[in-house]
């Protein structure tokens, strides 16, 4: 492993595990910040429930922004400007006097610097661990499964001893510090190696740039939307975060409803926590085995978690049966984020890495954005969470068959014009 990895490549990833946990892990204070918010502001609920769902979703929907300021400078730069972005944020949030300037604050500009992170640490890990991008990501992104566990027990403490404006300022803190983690991404040898090549380019006239800029987009897009595994890759993770997102919404007011207390419900969260932590270094050892690799454990992992929603009124009947069904969800979902990055990287390619993981991370997003809205209508119209459950689970159950079907379709030869893992030189070498 050591003979092909750059020298800064284990450095990237101690950076990249604080940087997500300082930063993107925030996205899971949502449900504490809300009913600070209704506190505070007394406004309507609908409106205040979009102001946290959008800054959940937003850690995805920014991939096609980090994707361009990864493309256009480095990952370095995204995770740094990432931080800038969460502190402005969440410090302007603290002096709001209106609810719906918080959509432009915490929703849009904190939440859009914590989507950069993500993207940016991924990509960067994909780029320095060709061959162990799964061991490498597994690592990384403990930091996510860290904040899962400790951020909403923080953010409660700060709110009861600091109020919503104080623990608004040391939130934009807290995310701050993923600048100094950004500062230490040194570009690997891909990236600086783009950039030499730009500067050399800069030399060129004006029309010979915009043609050459022209071409390598026609070439580069192209196969990017044409190309099969990659749309079936695409549907899996709609599902999937579709899936995940009712699931989180609707679990704690389902264990209560069902007599739990609030703190019961709560601590649910913090147990998913702990699975997602074991799971995703798990994963990330069991991927780099060739036998197995992502695309199989993708498909195994998300089909157990199906059976397992689908069995979720007999496995929360008591406290201890909520606490085993937390546990297991975390463990079978929580590793599935892991393995985005290599199947992403397996599917196609160095070269469109960058752009591939934006378009992911907004399919991831919109799944979010679209999946409890879904199930809440399913919840007004049958009047109980079995049906919300089962869409859930359905949902999975897609994911699992998707990522087969992407398997399979990874499994037969590749076409000249659709091939994703055929790297731009090369194809001009074919096609010369």
């Known amino acids: 492993m050591a003979n092909h990895l750059e020298p800064w490549a284990w450095v990237v990833v101690v950076t990249s595990l604080c940087a997500l946990f300082l930063n ?63 502190l402005a944020g969440f410090a302007l949030s603290s002096l709001a006097s209106d609810i719906r300037w918080l959509f432009l604050t915490y929703a849009l500009m904190a939440g859009l610097g914590q989507g950069l992170c993500y993207t940016g640490c991924l990509v960067l890990l ?34 009861d001893g600091y109020g919503l404006k104080g623990t608004f300022l040391l939130l934009g803190a807290l995310s701050f510090q993923s600048c100094v983690c950004g500062s230490l991404m040194r570009p690997p040898l891909h990236e600086r190696t783009r950039h030499q090549a730009e500067r050399k380019a800069g030399h060129e006239n004006l029309a010979s740039r915009c043609q050459s800029c ?56 913090s147990v998913i926590g702990v ?65 985005f990055s290599p199947i992403t990287y397996t599917v196609v390619g160095v070269d469109h890495l960058a752009s591939a993981t934006g378009l992911v991370m907004f399919t991831c997003g919109m799944g979010y954005l679209i999946g409890g809205p879904i199930a809440g209508m399913l919840l007004e119209a049958t009047g109980n969470y079995h049906t919300a459950f089962m869409f859930s689970a359905s949902s999975f159950l897609l994911t699992s068959i998707f ?14 014009e659709t091939s994703l893992t055929t790297t731009l030189p090369e194809r001009e070498a074919l096609t010369s």
């Open 24 to 86: 993107t892990s925030l996205s899971v204070i949502a449900g504490v910040m809300h009913v600070a918010l209704l506190e505070t502001y007394q406004d309507d609920v609908t409106l205040t429930s979009w102001i946290g769902s959008l800054y959940s979703c937003m850690f995805a929907l920014s991939g096609p922004v980090a994707s361009f300021i990864i493309n256009r400078w480095n990952c370095r730069c995204c995770v740094i400007v990432s931080g800038v972005l969460g």
């Open 403 to 416: 990522g087969l079907l992407m398997t399979c379709a990874r499994s037969r030869p590749p076409d000249s």
């Open 126 to 159: 994909g780029f320095y661990f060709k061959n162990q991008t799964s061991l490498a990501t597994g690592i990384g992104i403990v930091g996510c499964g860290l904040g899962n566990f400790l951020l909403p027990p923080l953010t409660q403490w700060l709110l």
């Open 214 to 269: 022209f071409n390598k987009a026609r070439t580069c897009s192209k196969p990017i939307f044409l190309n099969t595994t990659f749309s079936l890759y695409l549907l899996s993770v709609m599902s999937f975060t579709i899936g995940c997102s009712t699931l989180k919404l609707y679990l704690p007011d389902f264990v209560m409803k069902q007599g739990a207390t609030f703190q019961h419900a709560s601590s649910l969260v």
């Open 275 to 339: 699975g997602s932590i074991l799971s995703r270094v798990c994963l990330g050892f069991a991927a780099t085995e060739p036998k197995i690799g992502p695309s199989l454990l993708y498909s195994g992992t998300n089909g157990l978690t199906a059976v397992l929603v689908y069995l979720i009124y007999p496995l929360t009947r008591t406290s201890m049966l909520r606490v085993i069904f937390s546990f297991c969800y975390g463990v079978y979902n929580g590793g599935n984020w892991t393995l």
